[in-house]
């Protein structure tokens, strides 16, 4: 009896600890991924004023500058639902692709 409680115990610890490994990977991809939004906007920013964005673009800059820890979840519900997770990601690589046609090595770093 003593064995089979022993090995649910390391069973469950294993379970726990599988769990918090990818909620911790999970966490440290929104980051990374903050992180790289933000410099694209700073690269842009060194380039031209943010309001020269297009219109879809620039809301996305603002809400990123504005909510800086957020992930694309967090903004979209702050968008209320206007635009979906996918629509917010596909607007940050446009802002990412922008940012490295005005410098190609400035998210080295980031990747």
Sequence with gaps: MSFETVRVVKNV???????????????????????RQLESIRIIERHQPLRDLPPKLLE????????????????????????S???????????????LSYEPMGLEEFM
């Excluded at 997770?85 to 940012?99: Q, Y």
């Design 13 to 35: 610890r294993n379970q726990i600890n599988r769990q918090v490994n990818c909620e911790t990977a999970n966490l440290q991809k929104t980051v990374n991924a903050a992180v």
């Design 60 to 83: 996305v800059a603002q809400l990123r500058l504005d909510n800086p820890d957020s992930s694309l979840q967090e903004l979209m519900e702050l968008m209320e639902g206007r635009i």
């Design 85 to 99: 997770k996918s629509g917010i990601g596909h607007r940050f690589r446009k802002l990412e692709k922008m940012a």
